[in-house]
Structure formats: structure tokens, C-alpha cells
């Protein structure tokens, strides 16, 4: 299913994602029933270890898949998987048209996500330009006061003041 979730290594669409290649199924039914013959087998005691499956999504009847890796920057950002209930369905074109969709699939996701990625930034760059403003506020009233007392100060303090800066500015 989309979205589905699938352990690296497990069936075909976590081996592609382990290997970053394509693969081609053309006759799944068989090998299922080979494992099934397999498992048939193996005595009592191993069999029960085997009897928990991994459920995989996808088809249930599934005869055909094609499953390619969708890389950005050699980056696996998922895989994306094509089946059919019927054998051996899928040819070269078909690879190659799902191999395109796969890219740019891959491409619409990153670029997704970097827009994302966007946003919250913006967002955390508005809240500190916000903050700032507020702060600037704050600072330019505390100037106003400060300028203000020493306005209203008595002059010996301001002639004093005026003393300082001529002896530094000399």
C-alpha cells in the first residue's frame, strides 16, 4: 500500500531498497509455492518458527512486479512498487516507464519536503525578527528615558558630562 512501511532486506521491495537496484519479478506464484513446499518440509519443531510471516503490502495474488528504487542524490527516499496478478507481464518499456515515474516521483517528494523545510523556517525567522522588533522597542524607549533624566538632571551633571567628553575626544 502507499506509504506502507517494509524492513530493509524483506521481500522484493525491501531488497531493492537495501541494494538501490531494480527488480524484476516475472512468475511470483511459483516461488511462493516453492517456500510453501519448503516449509512443508521442515519438521515440526522449525516449522513453527517460520509460521510467523511478515505481511508485505501489495497484492495478495501477486504475479508480476516491478519495484524501483526512487534515489535523490543517490539518497533512497522510498520505492516504488508495481504489481499484476498476471505472469510475466511487465517488459523493458515498462521498467522504463516506471523507472521515470520512480525519479520523478523522488524529485516531487524532496522538493516537498525542502519546501517544508522552508516553511518552518520562515516561520522560526519571523518569530526572531518579532522578538528583535520587541527588543529594539524596548531598548529605544529605555534610550528616551535615560536621555530624558539626564535632560532634567542639574547642570553640574551635565556640564560634567561635557567635561568627560571634550577630555576623551582631546
Known amino acids: 500500500g502507499i506509504g506502507a512501511s517494509v524492513q530493509l532486506g ?7 531498497a537495501k541494494k538501490k537496484k531494480m527488480m524484476r519479478m516475472a512468475n ?12 512443508n518440509q521442515i519438521n515440526p519443531k522449525e516449522k513453527k518458527k517460520l509460521s510467523d510471516e511478515v505481511e508485505l503490502p501489495g497484492l495478495k495474488n501477486v504475479e508480476s512486479q516491478v519495484a524501483i528504487p526512487m534515489l535523490f542524490n543517490n539518497e533512497l527516499i522510498g520505492v516504488l512498487s508495481v504489481e499484476s496478478e498476471k505472469v510475466n507481464i511487465f517488459n523493458n ?4 516507464l516506471i523507472g521515470i515515474l520512480a525519479n520523478q516521483t523522488a524529485n516531487a517528494l524532496q522538493n516537498a519536503k525542502l519546501y517544508q523545510l522552508e516553511q518552518k523556517r520562515k516561520i522560526e525567522l519571523n518569530k526572531a525578527y518579532s522578538e528583535l522588533e520587541m527588543l529594539n522597542t524596548t531598548i529605544e524607549k529605555k534610550v528616551d528615558e535615560l536621555v ?9 551633571v551635565i556640564l560634567f558630562i561635557d567635561e568627560l567628553h571634550t577630555i576623551g575626544a582631546s
Open 10 to 16: 524483506v521481500g522484493v521491495i525491501g531488497i531493492v
Open 93 to 96: 518499456s515498462d521498467e522504463l
Open 148 to 156: 530624558e533624566a539626564i535632560k532634567s538632571a542639574p547642570r553640574k
Open 28 to 39: 511470483l506464484g511459483i516461488q511462493r509455492s516453492y517456500m510453501n513446499a519448503i516449509k
